[in-house]
């Protein structure tokens, strides 16, 4: 078997193994046909090895398995169809053309998070919308399950606010409402703050950010809040992130997640005058 056999993908996947599907809400990753007939293992996924012992054992195909499971891993991250071209971090992004707090975003996803997952900390993006946050932060997630099979979940803030509530008040038990987002090891949770929150929301949220801090999970953060610190070194009269989500919650993200703020021209702006 030739080395050039072993290659996954094909000129119409551009070598990928997938092309991704952007018709519905969410983005969807789809087996190539050059996968889907993998001729390794007839295109079931699985091939029949055998230990040192002679027994036979039904293991992962070593050609298309590993991007089997990372596609699935892709298509149950809820990543929005609009974010659908961002497959890896800086997927779309031209680094000459970006402002440099971006720049700086970028690189630490890029080389700190993604490079060396899975590491100590998540990372929180604030800043004006409109400046890519939520791009980055799709971008590693995209990476993440893609390339390395990662389990990941993207949550518009608002939405899962609202998920929350409907579950609760259909009494669905604690455990089955929270543990979903609890076990994803990278959760996105998009536009914190967004919108008014009450005490109950916020306790909720809290409880979900302290379990998976305690299971040592990483989380992501976009918002358009800024903290204290920033805001008073901008001389600009924001919201505050800690009066928008309480001191609890910002204090306990403060640990888990390095802050990173962005700010600068609207890039999508930018870019259309480009
Ligand atoms: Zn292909
Ligand atoms: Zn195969």
Not at 156 to 169: C, I, N, R, T, V
Not at 217 to 242: P, S
Request: hydrophobic letters at 35%; charged letters at 25%; a positive charge.
């Amino acid at each position: 078997m030739g080395r050039e056999s072993q290659k996954i993908g094909c000129d119409d996947c551009n070598w990928s193994g997938y092309v991704i599907d952007d018709s519905s809400n969410n983005a969807r990753a789809v087996l190539c046909k050059c996968i889907e007939e993998c001729p390794h293992c007839g295109g079931t996924g699985n091939i029949l090895s055998e230990n040192k012992a002679g027994y036979s054992y039904i293991a992962p195909c070593h050609f298309c398995g590993v991007i089997r499971r990372n596609v699935k891993l892709y298509n149950i991250a809820g990543i929005p169809a609009k974010y659908s071209h961002v497959v890896q971090v800086d997927a779309g992004l031209e680094l000459n053309r970006m402002n440099p707090a971006l720049q700086r975003a970028l690189k630490y996803a890029k080389e700190e998070f993604v490079k060396k997952y899975p590491t100590k900390n998540g990372f929180l993006l604030m800043g004006p919308s409109g400046l890519g946050k939520t791009h980055l932060a799709v971008g590693t997630i995209a990476e993440l399950t893609l390339k390395h099979g990662v389990k990941c979940m993207f949550k518009d803030f608002f939405y899962l606010l609202s998920e929350l509530k409907q579950a609760y008040s259909e009494g669905t038990p604690e455990n089955d409402v929270i543990m979903p987002l609890v076990e994803a090891d990278v959760l996105v949770i998009d536009e914190l703050g967004k919108g008014r929150s009450n005490e109950w929301e916020l306790n909720i949220l809290d409880q979900l950010i302290s379990k998976r801090y305690n299971a040592s999970k990483k989380t992501l953060i976009t918002t358009n809040y800024v903290t204290y610190d920033i805001a008073q070194e901008i001389g600009d009269k924001h919201e505050i992130l800690e009066v928008r989500v309480g001191e609890r919650i910002a204090s306990r993200l403060h640990e888990m997640c390095e802050f990173l703020y962005l700010k600068g021209k609207d890039y999508r702006k930018e870019r259309k005058k480009a």
